[in-house]
């Protein structure tokens, strides 16, 4: 039986197919009898993947384990947010996303054009093929798969072992490292930004196939809502980084953050060139369609990229069926768009326009693109030939002996250009252009002599890392350049940017005025991006290993450079809405954690045995067993002990549950005993047979260790929160303390769970990172200030 | 309209140039070699699903624990944990002495890597010889740190 959620989108492919015929007999034989059904079918289609949509998410909320990719990303236990968040945590799951959106957006179109125009139309058509595929893809690795398709299940169907009708009665559970507020909404920013490129992708292809005027109008708020969105999705990701995987740093060039990164670098070649292409059609007339294309093919490539598998990366989670479907889509677009692009550069006539020299605007706006396309293409090149290098000739190769650095010092001197030519664009002036010319002249004068200047460690490859002395010649070169000169045209871009605002804040009509400010403020985010970046990565002062004994806490223990750390109080708790301790039972890292309050006492610990030793004590007790318990909340388990007339037999993986007295600092003189005096057990549990059952009361799935600690610099307390260690079954997640002061400075500790009674810290004092956040913000405000403004194009 | 010709051109033909150089390059000096194990600092490891298992049967045959060690070819922490951690001298007389090494590499060996619960490099498992897991030491740790550990867990088996 097919699965009601396959069937719905078989049925979205069924009304596209009508729809498209419709569009399709009346473009070439000028048909109408499907006309009337064309919008109706359109939007019956997005209704339909909203349903599927929302049918999934539904399958998530009540955890219908009977689907394979529900159990795969959920576990019953999750909080709701991530039970709905699991719906994009997979490839499957993402891409009905990326094909909802899609459909969304035909049916916009639909709406707002009525298909009146062959322009509309014809995008529509591109609109649809694209959607249709995206169905195919989403069909072939649905996320409505059920879990009794599974390989190894059918075989233990086969075998008798399962019940034909298996259902699981747990879910495998979303990683660790995905259980946390920014990867809810990491996926879906990046996947209805990649679902946005659609429409300007298919107006640009229309327009290069028959010239359609008005093609840039059609496009341009989808535009900069996918520049929006894909940025945003790239910040977040980075914000993830920074907060959750404990990197340190917001950006490590890893294959997928970069792959995302390359269409947006495009994009934004794009709308550069669009800008001056709206006031002159015969401005960038194949360059700006062109980067729309090549946007929307780099998005595909980064959806290949984070999901196929083929590149090394941390994100590396998918499966290459559909890649290769992908492969072919970006192929077949690919091609095509060459073909259309050569025959409309080949038919372009010549034009004979006076030549105003080198220095002019629409010049300097096309070194602009060309710095982006050669950014873009650095990132390109370096994710991809190592993949292509493993394919061909089964090689693993690294880019440089440190990843980060190839992108680094490649991207470094086209950064100082790309600053430039802002600082020479934004305030152009076509009057003032000869003393303009010589500022620019001055400041790159200055950028070349900066470059020399020598420093303790300020240069674009860092001097101390153990990596640079293995990189070649020409990468230590470049290595070599001081960073200090970044700042010549970083200032003269900052200087830019406020003169222009200034210009744009005289203007007395509101809709230019609110624009103007708008792109202002999204240049000026450009320069605190590019300042924190550099000076956070430079900077960044780091203390690994600081590993703190826990029976310190309340003391200020030396880290060593004058660094302090105290631990006020350690935690530890349950995630998830499960109680931890249905019957008593104590998870091992809280007893760990606070010895004091549980020994000698009673406790009751539950967990498998990872460990058994049978010892012959002296008379009258005959057996000491000695049991190991590991409850997964603790690196290491828990002795426990108990003594009978004959050696109790129990097997290494059992699940038990031990009630017994809880003993600091044992030693035993019996040979055999893991607890001597020369290794004293810090804590065990003294327990008699009959309080050990089997069974085991787990404590929830996902265990979260707190450390609430101060950090102190010579003496003074310049820091203090809380770091958390995430420990499930599917994986374990640091979640460092950050805590920001108004200076821009990080206090960035990073726990990696507690281990033999030590608090593993490693502390980073990381200068700036704030600046980065707060140009991203100003990226945000100042695109939405343009998207508001709706200025009519010329001729549109 | 020349202009940009020109430009375009010599943009061309320098990204190509950076293109060749760039592959050229890395495969001159990048080239991550596996056989002789000299990505993991130097440390011979048995490698993949089939050397765990060969690993157990040593194990079990010489009663010594086995250490489990997840890496990735794109792990920046990995080297210098290999170099400063794995590498330190008394660390890997004791890992070479009385343990049995197995590598995987999560890009290659990720349905260990989902058996074992492992998400990111480095990390490291101990285990008995029956396969118990003993400890969890993942991140990258330095010598002091990892130091006691594997003299414990030595301990522990041994006994």
């Known amino acids: 039986m097919i699965p009601l959620g396959d069937i719905l989108l078989y049925a979205g492919l069924a009304v596209s197919v009508i729809a498209l015929v419709g569009l399709i007999s009346r473009e070439i034989k000028n048909i109408e009898l499907l006309n009337k059904l064309i919008t109706p079918a359109i939007i019956a289609g997005a209704g339909l993947l909203t349903f599927s949509y929302i049918l999934l998410t539904y399958y998530f909320v009540y955890s219908n384990f009977a689907y394979d990719y529900v159990w795969q990303y959920s576990s019953a236990d999750l909080p709701l947010i991530y039970k709905i968040s699991g719906t994009w945590a997979g490839q499957q799951g993402t891409y009905l996303l990326w094909v909802w959106v899609v459909y969304l957006s035909a049916a916009w179109l639909a709406l707002t054009t009525k298909h009146v125009t062959a322009l509309a139309r014809r995008t529509q058509i591109i609109t649809l093929l694209t959607g249709m595929y995206l169905i195919i893809i989403t069909l072939v690795q649905s996320p409505f798969k059920l879990i009794i398709e599974r390989p190894e299940v059918v075989d233990m169907i086969a075998k008798g072992t399962l019940p034909p009708d298996f259902v699981p009665e747990v879910g495998n559970g979303l990683n660790a490292l995905l259980v946390n507020f920014w990867m809810t909404v990491h996926p879906p920013l990046m996947f209805i930004g990649y679902a946005t490129m659609t429409i300007p992708f298919a107006a640009a292809i229309v327009y290069l196939f028959t010239k359609e005027d008005g093609w840039e109008e059609l496009g341009r708020q989808w535009a900069r809502f996918t520049w929006l969105f894909l940025g945003m999705g790239i910040a977040v990701g980075g914000v993830w980084a ?540 100042g695109i939405i200030l343009i998207m508001a403004v709706r200025t009519k194009s010329k001729g549109g | 309209m020349r202009t940009k010709k020109l430009v375009s051109i010599i943009v061309l033909v320098l990204l190509l140039l950076f293109a060749y150089l760039t592959y050229t390059t890395a495969l001159k000096n990048f080239t991550l070699s596996d056989k002789n194990s000299s990505y993991l600092g130097g440390i011979k490891f048995h490698r993949a699903a089939s050397g765990l298992e060969e690993g157990f049967q040593i194990a079990q045959q010489e009663n010594k624990p086995v250490m489990m060690y997840f890496w990735a070819i794109w792990c920046q922490y990995c080297a210098g944990f290999q170099t400063n951690t794995l590498g330190n001298t008394q660390v890997k007389k004791i890992l070479e002495e009385d343990y049995v090494l197995v590598a995987m590499d999560l890009d290659i060996d990720r349905e260990v890597a989902q058996q074992y619960a492992v998400s990111y490099p480095p990390y490291l498992i101990f285990m008995d010889p029956k396969g118990n897991i003993l400890q969890r030491v993942p991140g990258s740790v330095d010598a002091n740190y990892l130091l006691p550990i594997v003299t414990k867990i030595r301990d522990d088996v041994r006994r």
């Open chain 1, 242 to 781: 920074y907060l959750v995987l404990g990197w340190g740093g917001f950006w490590a060039w890893d294959p997928v953050e970069t792959a995302s990164f390359i269409p947006w670098l495009t994009l934004t070649g794009f709308m550069h060139a669009a800008s001056l292409h709206r006031k002159n059609k015969a401005t960038f007339s194949i360059a700006a369609p062109i980067l729309a294309v090549v946007s929307f093919i780099l998005v595909l490539y980064a959806a290949i990229v984070v999901r196929a598998g083929i590149f090394n990366s941390v994100h590396a989670f998918g499966d290459s069926s559909t890649g290769t479907l992908l492969l072919v889509f970006i192929g077949v677009i690919t091609l095509v768009s060459i073909i259309l692009g050569m025959r409309r550069y080949f038919e372009e006539p010549d034009k004979q326009e006076e030549d105003r020299g080198f220095w002019n605007k629409t010049n300097i706006f096309y070194v602009t693109l060309l710095l982006f396309v050669v950014l873009a293409f650095i990132s390109f090149w370096g994710i991809s030939f190592p993949a292509f290098i493993q394919i061909t000739q089964g090689l693993k190769v690294g880019v440089a002996s440190d990843t980060k650095n190839f992108f680094n010092i490649w991207s470094y001197p086209f950064t100082i250009i790309l600053l430039l030519a802002l600082g020479f664009c934004l305030n152009y002036n076509e009057k003032e252009k000869e003393e303009q010319k010589k500022t620019l002249f001055i400041v790159i004068g200055l950028s070349i002599i900066t470059m020399f200047l020598r420093t303790e460690n300020f240069y674009v490859l860092d001097h101390a890392s153990p990596f640079w002395a293995r990189e070649p010649a020409l990468y230590k070169m470049i290595g070599n350049i001081s960073v200090i000169s970044i700042f010549p045209s970083m200032i003269y871009a900052t200087w830019s940017t406020i003169q222009s605002l200034r210009t744009y804040l005289r203007i007395e009509s509101i809709k230019p005025k609110i624009k103007g400010t708008g792109i202002a403020i999204v240049h000026f985010g450009v320069v605190f991006i590019l300042f924190g970046a550099i000076i956070s990565s430079n900077f960044t002062h780091t203390i690994e290993s600081a590993n703190i004994p826990l029976d310190s806490k309340g003391q200020l223990v030396d880290i060593g450079n004058g660094y302090g750390i105290k631990i006020i109080d350690f935690s530890t708790h349950s995630l998830t809405e499960t109680k931890n301790t249905p019957s008593g039972a104590v998870s091992i890292s809280e007893i760990y954690g606070n010895p004091e309050k549980y020994a000698s006492n009673n406790v009751k610990i539950s967990g498998k045995v990872t460990n058994v030793a049978n010892v012959q004590s002296p008379p009258p007790v005959t057996y000491t067993t000695y049991l190991k318990i590991n409850d997964g909340t603790y690196t290491d388990g828990l002795w426990a002990a108990t003594q009978a007339n004959s050696p109790l037999e129990y097997q290494a993986g059992l699940e038990l549950t031990v009630e017994g007295f809880l003993i600091p600092n044992f030693k035993s003189n019996s040979t055999g005993s893991p607890c001597t005096a020369v290794t004293p057990c810090n804590l065990i549990v003294f327990s008699s047979p009959e309080q050990i059952t089997e069974g085991t009361t787990a404590p929830g799935s996902y265990n979260v260790q707190s450390v609430r600690l101060e950090v102190y610099q010579d003496n003074k307390k310049i820091g203090s929160g809380v770091a958390e260690y995430l420990q499930s079954k599917s994986g374990s997640g640091t979640f460092p303390l950050v805590d920001s002061s108004i200076t821009g400075t990080d206090i960035y500790v990073i726990f990696q769970g507690l281990g033999g009674g030590i608090v593993p810290l490693t502390l980073k004092i990381i200068p700036a990172v704030n600046f980065a956040w707060i140009g991203i913000v100003l990226f945000a405000i």
